[in-house]
């Protein structure tokens, strides 16, 4: 079993681009009308990735707000990168709020750091770099 | 770049891990309290993803609806089956609530089938089948 791909609704693909390909880099490698569904699609490559559960262990955590707010499902996308500081000066060029400037350590022992889901049009998006091992 | 987890808020991991590894047959290799976010989690490692941006062609179709009703975001994860019918098969019996009995035709010519949000805690979960290709 393989994740194929993480449906992002948009109003507009052309704006939602802004953020997936031109400030994090993805390809565009095929767009389609589906008429029975109503829906324009556009397809960005990426690798390979977990699910992820999160449990609160305490009322006023992030995922306990969350899910107090919008209930249980999902949460953020996580994208591994080589190097998260390039990562985030680049999001930050391209004008995409950042709720980390810096890089913290995150699960796994890795850098991570977050960036704003008003910058990819409301996902909340994790940077991750591992330390030990080549991307 | 590859897209590494995706993360996925819940109230009880145990209660969550009856559809993700029991239902859906991925393994937990790894869980971690990271107490600095107040969140315990767990890892099941899956595959190959694409993000999918999805604009709405007409007001009343289902992520025109999801828009109104949510704004932008994610909408759904879609996970690729070698074989879609025993993939529901295996799910129906499990007790997990399906809104597609039977696989339809999707984008990019794939047969697909949706999973119900109530079966995986929240998520919208697509499955996949290539018809042309191996899986």
Chains 1, 2 share one sequence.
Do not use: N, Y
């Not at 953020?19 to 397809?43: I, N, S």
């Not at 960005?44 to 249980?72: D, I, Q």
């Not at 913290?104 to 049009?121: E, Q, Y």
């Amino acid at each position: 079993m393989k994740i194929e791909h993480i449906g992002i609704a948009t109003p507009k693909i052309e704006d939602a681009l802004a953020f997936w390909r031109d400030a994090l880099g993805l390809e565009v490698v095929h767009t389609e009308e589906v008429a029975e569904q109503g829906v324009r699609v556009a397809m960005l490559p990426v690798g390979e990735p977990r699910v992820e559960l999160l449990e609160p262990t305490h009322s006023g955590s992030p995922v306990a707000k969350f899910l107090e707010k919008r209930g249980a499902g999902i949460h953020h996308v996580a994208v591994r990168v080589a190097d998260i500081r390039a990562a985030l000066a680049r999001l930050k060029e391209k004008g995409a709020r950042l709720i980390d400037e810096e890089p913290r350590v995150g699960a796994d022992d890795c850098l991570v750091a977050f960036v704003h889901p008003s910058a990819s049009g409301g996902v909340l998006l994790e940077l991750v770099e591992h330390r030990d091992a080549a991307p």
